[in-house]
C-alpha cells in the first residue's frame, strides 16, 4: 500500500511568487491535514480537510490556503511568498475526519521550499 | 506562557538506557499526540491517547490528565531510536505542538 506522496520533494522561489504543493493521500484515506515546519518555530498546523471540507485551521495568514478534490489529493497554496515561508511543509493523512485515539494518522516526506 | 513545553530540549544517552521525554501543558485538551521525526524530515505517529497508559515493543506512553503531564519512555534504547520527538495537544479546533526534544543514542 502505498504511503502519503507529497511533490514537488524539492523547490526554490524567489520572494513575491506563488507556489502549490501536492498531497496524495493513503488510498481510502479521507482526511488530509498540512503543516509547517521551520527552525524557529517548530511543527505548526495549517489546516485539514475531510470530504473536501476545510474542517479546521491554523492561525496562518490569507496567503496560504488550501483545497481537496474528490479524489481525497489535497494541494495547498501560498501567495506572494516571503523569506520567511521557507520550510518543510508536511501533509498528512488518515481515515477519518476527528484527531482522536483511534484514527491513525501517517505523514508524507515532506516539501522542502526555499524561497530567496 | 507557553500552552505546552517539553523537556529536556536535548538527550545524549549510552545504548541501553531507559529514556524519559516529558510533556507538560497548560490548557485542557481531548487528546495527546507523540510523534517522532527522524532526521530527513519524516514524521511517524507513535502514540495518541487520552487517559492512562499504552505501549508498543519497546516504547511507553502515559497520561495524567489531572496534572497536564504525559511522559513517554524508551527501554533498552537504542541508537535507532535517535530522532526528535514532538508532543501534540489536540483541543476542540486547536492543534498544538511542542517544540520537540532531540535524542541520541550512543552506541
Known amino acids: 500500500k502505498a504511503g502519503v506522496t507529497q511533490t514537488p520533494r524539492y523547490l526554490i522561489k524567489t520572494r513575491g511568487q506563488q507556489v502549490t504543493l501536492s498531497c496524495s493521500p493513503i488510498?481510502?484515506?479521507?482526511?488530509v491535514s498540512w503543516y509547517q515546519q521551520t527552525p524557529g518555530q517548530g511543527l505548526q498546523f495549517l489546516f485539514e480537510y475531510f470530504s473536501e471540507t476545510q474542517r479546521n485551521k491554523g492561525n496562518f495568514p490569507g496567503r496560504f490556503s488550501g483545497r481537496q478534490f474528490s479524489n481525497s489529493r489535497s494541494e495547498m497554496n501560498v501567495s506572494t511568498l516571503e523569506l520567511g515561508d521557507s520550510a518543510l511543509y508536511l501533509c498528512?493523512?488518515?481515515?477519518?475526519?476527528?484527531?482522536?485515539?483511534?484514527?491513525?494518522?501517517?505523514f508524507g516526506e515532506g516539501s522542502w521550499l526555499t524561497v530567496v | 506562557k507557553n500552552e505546552v513545553e517539553q523537556s529536556p530540549q536535548n538527550l545524549t544517552a549510552q545504548e541501553g538506557e531507559f529514556i524519559t521525554i516529558n510533556c507538560s501543558y497548560s490548557?485542557?485538551?481531548?487528546?495527546l499526540h507523540w510523534l517522532q521525526q527522524h532526521p530527513g524530515g519524516g514524521i511517524v505517529s507513535l502514540f495518541m491517547l487520552s487517559s492512562g497508559k499504552k505501549k508498543h515493543g519497546r516504547l511507553i506512553a502515559t497520561i495524567n490528565i489531572q496534572e497536564k503531564h504525559s511522559s513517554l519512555h524508551i527501554t533498552a534504547s537504542h541508537p535507532r531510536d535517535s530522532a526528535v520527538y514532538i508532543c501534540?495537544?489536540?483541543?476542540?479546533?486547536?492543534?498544538?505542538f511542542g517544540k520537540g526534544t532531540r535524542l541520541h543514542i550512543l552506541p
Open positions: 501534540e495537544l489536540n483541543r476542540d479546533d486547536k492543534i498544538i
Open positions: 488510498s481510502g484515506h479521507r482526511s
Open positions: 498528512a493523512s488518515s481515515l477519518g475526519g476527528e484527531r482522536q485515539v483511534g484514527n491513525t494518522i501517517y
Open positions: 490548557v485542557g485538551i481531548s487528546a
